[in-house]
Nanobody, 122 residues
């Protein structure tokens, strides 16, 4: 079955950096548009960044210029480089993806991993 295992979250001070990793299995990874999502306490899960099978990327306005999404199809991995972190970036970060499309709006994901906690605090 499809599985996503997120890692790399940590406690970091404002202005710091982190690199999140997502290991995907049980899917033909190269056919999937992949995304990073986050959910803060009391808030809805939101899309942070996405990357298509051909490498086209999108970013939420709140992270543009600070975060970079990338993928390694050979390793079936997706990464999120996070710089200039802010307290508002505090959330549980998840990865997920879909085939046969590049848009996540209106798409219901069937399964989520446990996510990885990112806490930005002084």
């Amino acid at each position: 079955q499809v599985q996503f295992v997120e890692s790399g979250g940590d406690l970091v001070q404002p202005g710091g950096s982190l690199r999140l990793s997502c290991a995907a299995s049980g899917l033909i990874f190269s056919l999937y548009t992949m995304g990073w999502f986050r959910q803060a306490p009391g808030k809805q899960r939101e899309l942070v960044a996405s990357i298509t099978r051909t490498g086209n990327t999108t970013y939420d306005d709140s992270v543009k210029g600070r975060f970079t999404i990338s993928r390694d199809n050979a390793r079936t991995m997706v990464y999120l480089e996070m710089k200039s972190l802010k307290p508002d970036d505090t959330a549980v970060y998840y990865c997920n993806g879909r085939a046969l499309g590049t848009q996540f709006s209106g798409f219901e994901f069937k399964q989520w991993g446990q996510g990885t906690q990112v806490t930005v605090s002084s």
